[in-house]
């Protein structure tokens, strides 16, 4: 059985289309020398549960992470630190580095017909998300930037997948996402997407894996 013709790629955006763990990898560092966390996935899913009414728009980003910190009990002056570091990390905002052979596939992709879109789980609005994007060469190439801040809905909620196929003017089964996070790529596969994993844990299970970006191209092209 031939596989179905993916016209619409539906991309997240960060630990996707480029390295997004610098500042969890510092904070981590950090927590870890008080023992407060043993692996860098323990802290990510109880961050990402403050982080996710940020992503909703319905509490500031500063806000989540002042939860989070009080939520581990740390020293005033320690938690008072950390945010202070943090502000300066965040308002450095250097720009965007790509993955290697993000470019040349987001062209190619572009060039033989496919329509490209980002599904972003984010405290920026689509304007925001476009601006970065553009910083880093790519802006254009999306024809829908679906952010969680402007719709309310985060991955793996099915109503995301939809709206930015919708986006698109592409049903499901002629989409596939391209994500890391198991969740996420279980989220598009239950809504009928098919799912490409890249930059992903040793152990996660998708319709596709790909060591390299450029390799999207083999799964999309030769369909």
């Given at each position: ?169 592409i049903p499901a089964k002629n989409c596939a996402f391209i994500g890391h996070d198991q ?41």
């Amino acid at each position: 059985m031939s596989k179905p013709l993916y016209k619409g790629l539906i991309f997240d955006m960060g630990d996707v289309l480029y390295d997004a763990s610098g500042w969890r990898l510092w904070l981590f560092g950090v927590l870890s020398q008080l023992r407060l966390f043993s692996t860098f996935q323990q802290m990510e899913q109880i961050w990402e549960s403050y982080l996710i009414n940020a992503h909703k728009g319905l509490l500031s980003w500063d806000e989540a992470l002042k939860r989070f910190l009080h939520s581990l009990e740390l020293p005033q002056s320690k938690e008072k630190e950390i945010i202070s570091a943090t502000t300066s990390y965040r308002s450095a905002q250097k720009p965007l580095i790509l993955f290697d052979g993000v470019q040349e596939t987001l062209r190619q992709l572009i060039n033989h017909g496919r329509k490209l879109a980002v599904l972003s789980d984010t405290e920026s609005p689509s304007s925001v998300v476009y601006q970065r994007l553009a910083g880093a060469g790519i802006g254009d190439h999306f024809e829908g930037i679906i952010c969680s801040f402007d719709t309310g809905t985060c991955k793996p909620d099915p109503t995301a997948y939809f709206t930015a196929c919708k986006s698109l003017d592409i049903p499901a089964k002629n989409c596939a996402f391209i994500g890391h996070d198991q969740e996420e790529l279980d989220g598009a596969s239950n809504a009928g997407i098919t799912t490409i994993a890249f930059n992903h844990a040793p152990d996660v299970k998708a319709d596709y894996q790909v060591g390299h970006f450029t390799e999207i191209l083999d799964v999309v092209l030769c369909s």
